[in-house]
């Protein structure tokens, strides 16, 4: 016993932890408030639910292209900090208001003009197309202040400040969860321990619970801008957010093949969603509530790839061999006991969980058998994962891009392909092509984390 906690650098678990706790926690109030909105939209039935779910990859894709740009300014200020200049962390910031802004207007553009054409390339039923555009429509009107949240949230971690970006997303949490009582349901009698009274309500229905999400979005964003510009390290104040070659370049060679990585994989989602929408309104009520629920257990993994990214920039900008060593051993055994725990909570937790967002047995019995399915790859999704966030926080997101376009399109997208459109599967099979795709990742990382390659210090 005495000998294994010599093997045990507490102080590095300590670290890790104080990193990634509040990253797990924002997450997990996030997916809390998905699974409250799913389950308040599919109490108005399975066309809602669909209506709803029907363009959710899309906004995989949009959130997850924005959240690569960030990975640039993640690894500059990783390293920086690392470094001990400030200085330099400083002016990133400041270059990153300037993106925000850019991308923020670009998206805003794009994703509204776009949003009575989107139901129809995800080959959505048409009974819920207008449903389902109106939607889209909504969700994406403050899209200036949703880029702000995640460019923003991203620069606050690399400097170190989990616990902002976790305060942040709590408030909007609590402000959708509010807003989706008001605005989705009618006024109404709401018996609550005991007691009866009258509950005003809008009775908007979906369109409600877009209405909520768009103004918690525009909270969270003032609140976290407000927040980057008072903090004592990296606040923009003062910094020309002009265009800064020194600092754009770098933090854009580093982003661009995470863009690249993010949009072909999310693009891929939409691909993969469009052929299970085409197979019917259970497989894509069954899809969305199973995406929901899985959301959930991927908190850890997520949670600790970015601690990692910001450590192994810490340590990158230090140049420190043996700490980089050190702490990446730590987050591989750390990650692996989190995923295992993560994967059986899920494979038993199934049914219960998918029962609280529909009472349709088909939907119940279909959501059932992909998530217990996907349960048992858990772990090895968690190895890609971490390995992804050392390969980050260095900014070597090259490799990253290969392994994920690779396992994305040609493992998942093409056998999803073969087994819904030409041999006339369904969701199982298609989820069993999702699952093909992460066992591929996981061999991929591994032989890269082993071999080295991926780690600068490793030549010196």
């Avoid at 990296?234 to 002009?242: E, H, L, Y």
């Avoid at 994967?343 to 969980?353: I, M, N, R, W």
Wanted: charged share 10%; glycine share 8%; net charge positive.
């Amino acid at each position: 016993m005495e000998k294994a906690k010599k093997h045990i650098d507490w102080g590095t678990v300590s670290v890790i932890w104080a990193l990634a706790w509040p990253t797990m926690l924002e997450q997990l109030m996030q997916t809390a408030v998905q699974y409250i909105d799913t389950a308040m939209v599919g109490s108005l039935g399975t066309q809602a639910t669909a209506a709803v779910g029907s363009t959710t990859t899309v906004n995989w894709l949009i959130s997850s292209s924005i959240s690569a740009l960030s990975i640039g300014f993640l690894a500059f200020i990783a390293k920086s900090c690392g470094a001990d200049d400030r200085q330099s962390a400083s002016k990133a910031v400041g270059q990153a208001v300037l993106v925000t802004l850019a991308v923020g207007t670009f998206f805003t553009a794009v994703t509204l003009g776009l949003s009575s054409r989107v139901p129809v390339w995800m080959q959505v039923d048409e009974s819920i197309r207008s449903l389902a555009s109106r939607y889209f429509f909504i969700l994406y009107l403050p899209m200036l202040p949703r880029t702000a949240s995640i460019i923003f949230g991203t620069v606050l971690r690399a400097a170190g400040d989990t616990r902002t970006p976790m305060k942040v997303g709590i408030a909007v949490n609590i402000v959708n969860v509010v807003l989706n009582f008001l605005l989705i349901y009618p006024t109404r009698n709401v018996s609550w321990f005991g007691l009866s009274f009258k509950m005003f309500g809008m009775g908007w229905g979906v369109l409600g619970a877009a209405a909520a999400s768009a103004a918690a979005f525009t909270v969270g964003g003032i609140y976290i801008t407000v927040v980057l510009w008072k903090h004592p390290v990296v606040s923009p104040k003062g910094r020309s957010i002009a265009p800064d070659r020194s600092i754009l370049v770098p933090c854009l060679k580093i982003a661009l093949p995470n863009m690249l990585q993010r949009f072909g994989t999310s693009f891929g989602y939409v691909a993969f969603a469009s052929m299970i929408n085409s197979v019917g309104e259970i497989a894509t009520a069954a899809h969305t509530i199973a995406n929901t629920v899985e959301s959930a257990f991927y908190i850890p993994g997520f949670g600790m790839q970015t601690a990692a990214a910001t450590l192994t920039g810490n340590a990158y900008g230090a140049k420190d061999k043996n700490g980089m060593n050190s702490i990446t051993r730590m987050f591989i055994v750390i990650e692996m006991c989190l995923m295992t725990l993560s994967g059986t909570a899920l494979f038993f937790s199934a049914q219960p969980l998918v029962s609280l967002f529909s009472k349709s047995d088909q939907v119940i019995a279909l959501g059932t058998s992909v998530l217990r399915m996907v349960a048992l790859s858990e772990p090895l999704y968690g190895v890609a994962l971490i390995t992804e966030g050392f390969m980050m926080g260095v900014g070597k997101t090259k490799t990253p891009f290969v392994y994920n376009i690779i396992g994305m399109w040609g493992v998942r997208i093409l056998g999803t392909f073969i087994c819904t459109q030409l041999l006339d599967g369904g969701l199982v099979a298609a989820w069993g092509c999702m699952i093909a795709h992460n066992v591929l990742l996981c061999i991929l990382y591994f032989i890269t984390y082993i071999r080295g390659t991926w780690n600068p210090l490793q030549k010196n």
